[in-house]
């Protein structure tokens, strides 16, 4: 398994990872118009898990930028997804490694991420990697 920056010819097996979990569709061209735009900006770490050449995971890393203290970043994880058949083979944990690597590289203070608290087998792996569950986290769909 391999490690790394997304691509934009990945959109297309992104939208079907997505809609593994969320039982939605993508629209490829949109998605590929947004990483694009995304490249730009230089504020998001996009990552993804290859394995035999197939995008098995994957997420995302927002850098928000800070106005307090002395005014390092901190990091907002979202999407992360792993393929149904690579579950419980270390591609999430691996998936968080090299983002937590690179939020370092980018001084961020903290990660920060938000899962719904009935996803146990979500928030247990999160709190092995050693996410805090004493925060109170809320969302609301817009």
């Not at 149904?84 to 991420?113: F, N, P, W, Y």
């Amino acid at each position: 398994m391999k490690i790394r920056t997304l691509e934009k010819s990945d959109m297309k097996r992104l939208a079907d990872l997505y809609r593994q979990f969320w039982n939605e569709q993508s629209d490829v061209e949109k998605m590929e118009l947004q990483f694009d735009a995304i490249q730009r900006e230089n504020s998001h770490l996009l990552l993804g898990a290859e394995q035999d050449g197939l995008l098995i995971g994957s997420v995302m890393g927002v850098i928000c930028k800070e106005l307090y203290g002395d005014c390092r970043p901190f990091l907002v994880i979202e999407n992360m997804i792993v393929d149904d058949l690579g579950r419980r083979k270390g591609v999430g944990s691996a998936l968080l490694s090299e983002l937590e690597k690179r939020a370092r590289e980018r001084h961020c203070t903290q990660m920060i991420l938000v899962t719904e608290i009935e996803r146990q087998d979500a928030c247990g792996f999160y709190e092995s990697f050693g996410f805090q569950k004493n925060n109170k986290g809320y969302k609301k769909k817009l």
